[in-house]
């Protein structure tokens, strides 16, 4: 079952730190092709290719290697209508100044935060999901 009650959402996050490091890399249609398969995540834009990328992986073949981010899944079944669930978790880390790349996949969102802040992000939404 999907939930959309925000306070719901929020008391259920079960936030969980992924291991690995990530980096975004825009690439031209053509050129991402070759990356596809490692991505966790895509997004087709206009003018290319904005892949989530290993780390190691964008090293290894030259690609944008900064800044390096990690990802902590909100493991709470979160639905995609649910309005609130990304403004309270963005705006709980925005506080801290911690920058938060929010992707939303069809049963969980992921947050990517800066390398070196992610143990910080992490109990910040322990944090919040405590508090709800």
Same mark, same amino acid.
């Given at each position: 079952?999907?939930?959309?009650?925000?306070?719901?959402?929020?008391? !259920?996050? #079960?936030?969980?730190? $992924?291991?690995?490091?990530?980096?975004?890399?825009?690439?031209? =249609?053509?050129?991402?092709?070759?990356?596809?398969?490692?991505?966790?995540? &895509?997004?087709?834009?206009?003018?290319?290719? !904005?892949?989530?990328?290993?780390?190691? =992986?964008? $090293? #290894?073949?030259?690609?944008?290697?900064?800044?390096?981010?990690?990802?902590?899944?909100?493991? @709470? =079944? &979160?639905?995609?209508?649910?309005?609130?669930?990304?403004?309270?978790? !963005?705006?709980?880390?925005?506080?801290?100044?911690? #920058?938060?790349?929010?992707?939303?996949?069809? $049963?969980?969102? =992921?947050?990517? @935060?800066?390398?070196? $802040?992610?143990?910080?992000?992490?109990?910040?939404?322990?944090?919040? !999901?405590?508090? #709800?």
């Amino acid at each position: 079952m999907h939930l959309t009650d925000l306070p719901t959402l929020l008391r !259920s996050l #079960a936030p969980v730190l $992924r291991d690995g490091e990530w980096v975004f890399c825009w690439l031209d =249609h053509d050129a991402a092709q070759a990356h596809a398969e490692h991505a966790l995540a &895509s997004m087709r834009e206009d003018d290319g290719m !904005s892949l989530v990328l290993p780390l190691a =992986h964008a $090293r #290894a073949h030259g690609l944008p290697d900064t800044p390096a981010f990690r990802c902590i899944t909100l493991t @709470v =079944h &979160s639905s995609l209508e649910a309005v609130g669930l990304t403004a309270a978790v !963005s705006g709980a880390l925005a506080a801290r100044g911690i #920058a938060a790349n929010v992707i939303a996949g069809a $049963r969980h969102d =992921h947050v990517f @935060v800066p390398e070196m $802040r992610a143990d910080e992000a992490l109990a910040v939404l322990q944090a919040l !999901s405590r508090g #709800a």
